[in-house]
């Protein structure tokens, strides 16, 4: 059962564009929601996460959004960047149990054109 | 740089033969992991120690041996694999407890190649 839907599987945008990524879970139980890029030959890199009590959170050009009745939430990339090309997991967790292991989404490959 | 660091970064070994991933991690976090990836999919869960227990095992074959000698190492032991197993595997270690977030910190990987 795949907890964690992710699409779309890739993403092709132009230098300057919004590139948007979307995921959506079914474990209410899930507190805490990271979204981790990872470079070819590289290990995955949190990039930023949020909780089920915000709707949206902000770090630089990254953006989540966050709809906790539609068990849904985004990842948004103002400005991208060709160095942004990479693959992006979004990711889902209960952190109030003994199981701290990420449920992780199928991926997302984005390339940035210049 | 990565605060987990992994070794060796690429290994290729022979069905017959026995090595070892290693994994060390100095941020004080006493939960450690083991994934496994192959190209284009995402991780997955193997192994999870907490404070050098085994915790979960995600029903991984018993040619892959877990090993966390102390609370900043985490190995991984090899014997008798399948080409089918070649992928890349992460260490990742997190702090465990508590209200903390659960964000894990990878290592950039070992790269396995079974021949």
């Known amino acids: 059962q795949q907890q964690v839907k992710q699409s779309p599987q890739s993403l092709i945008v132009q230098k300057g564009g919004i590139s948007i990524i979307n995921c959506a879970y079914e474990?209410?139980?899930?507190?805490?929601f990271p979204w981790y890029q990872q470079f070819p030959g590289k290990g995955p890199a949190l990039l930023i996460a949020?909780?089920?009590?915000?709707s949206e959170k902000k770090e630089g050009r990254f953006t989540i959004s966050f709809n906790k009745s539609a068990k849904q939430f985004s990842l948004h990339i103002m400005d991208s960047q060709p160095g942004d090309s990479a693959t992006y997991f979004c990711?889902?967790?209960?952190?109030?149990?003994?199981?701290?292991?990420?449920?992780f989404g199928s991926g997302t490959r984005l390339q940035v054109q210049p | 740089d990565t605060e987990v660091t992994q070794t060796p970064k690429h290994l290729v070994m022979g069905m017959t033969n026995k090595k070892s991933l290693k994994c060390e991690q100095h941020?004080?976090?006493?939960?450690m992991y083991w994934y496994k990836q192959k190209a284009k999919k995402p991780p997955e869960l193997m192994f999870v120690?907490?404070?050098?227990?085994?915790?979960i095992n995600e029903s991984v074959p018993s040619r892959f041996s877990p090993e966390c000698p102390n609370s900043s190492l985490l190995n991984l032991h090899l014997h008798a694999l399948q080409p089918e197993d070649s992928a890349l595997y992460l260490c990742?270690?997190?702090?465990?407890?508590?209200?903390?977030?659960?964000?894990?910190?990878f290592g950039e990987g070992s790269r396995l190649t079974v021949l």
């Open positions: 990742a270690s997190s702090q465990e407890g508590g209200s903390g977030t659960g964000e894990l910190f």
């Open positions: 474990n209410t139980a899930f507190d805490y």
């Open positions: 949020i909780r089920p009590d915000v």
């Open positions: 990711a889902a967790i209960r952190s109030n149990t003994g199981r701290r292991a990420l449920t």
């Open positions: 120690y907490s404070y050098e227990k085994l915790s």
């Open positions: 941020m004080g976090h006493r939960a």
